[in-house]
């Protein structure tokens, strides 16, 4: 198993600039999840899906847009990026709610 | 609103030393998970330790052992006989835990510690 894998590893944006983060798992979990991780800071959720078809906002939601067509896929689209929105990146996923959550390895934005 | 409180940026240890890494907590709810990951300096998340609030004994994984004291709203990481491998940066992170014993998995992270393991 891959487990979680997130592409690109790295990513420079212009401001306004658009892109689509992608987290892809292979463990069949229900549950995945975005974080964000700002310089020498705690992880926040940013956004959260229970299944395919189902996703619901966490704590920093702004700025950002998910969509969970498939179990495996949950991809992050950042429309008219900002320099605040340069950070880390996780994605991760877990069997049900209660369960351990397995991360990605992290895709390291920079909008300038 | 649950909130999660780390008050040491950064700690020192010897090497073969024990250290104790704080962490206290806020929240209104009865039941909830307690979790330290390990951030090395290479990025990734690893999960070290789990405690849930029900849980009477406190929570061992090899070296790794938490100090969950409820009354005090604390959930302190001991790690034994440091190594040179432990020097990364330390997450505690909550849980939220609904009536049945459920959960969405939403966590809510520390700042963190930055632990760093002298020879």
């Known amino acids: 198993n891959a487990g979680v894998t997130q592409t690109p590893k790295f990513r420079i944006l212009k401001i306004g600039q658009s892109m689509t983060l992608q987290c892809t798992q292979d463990m069949n979990h229900n549950y995945m999840y975005w974080y964000r991780q700002d310089p020498g800071m705690g992880l926040k959720l940013i956004y959260y899906?229970?299944?395919?078809?189902?996703?619901d906002k966490g704590e920093v939601p702004n700025g950002y847009n998910v969509s969970r067509s498939t179990t495996e896929d949950f991809p992050l689209r950042l429309e008219l990026a900002a320099p605040s929105q340069t950070s880390v990146y996780f994605c991760a996923s877990s069997y049900r709610g209660n369960y351990e959550q397995y991360f990605g390895p992290g895709t390291r934005l920079t909008v300038t | 609103a649950q909130k999660i409180t780390q008050t040491q940026p950064g700690m020192f240890v010897q090497e073969k030393e024990a250290v104790t890494l704080d962490c206290t907590y806020d929240?209104?709810?009865?039941?909830?998970?307690l979790f330290w990951y390990k951030q090395p300096s290479s990025g990734e998340m690893i999960f070290l330790i789990y405690?849930?609030?029900?849980?009477?004994q406190n929570a061992t994984e090899g070296r790794y052992s938490l100090n969950f004291q409820k009354a005090r709203k604390s959930a302190n990481l001991v790690i034994s006989a440091s190594q040179l491998g432990d020097s990364a940066m330390y997450f505690c992170a909550m849980r939220e835990v609904l009536a049945g014993g459920t959960s969405y998995g939403k966590l809510t992270f520390g700042q963190g510690t930055i632990l760093t393991v002298h020879p």
């Open positions: 405690q849930g609030s029900y849980d009477e």
């Open positions: 929240t209104s709810d009865q039941s909830y998970g």
């Open positions: 899906s229970v299944g395919a078809g189902i996703t």
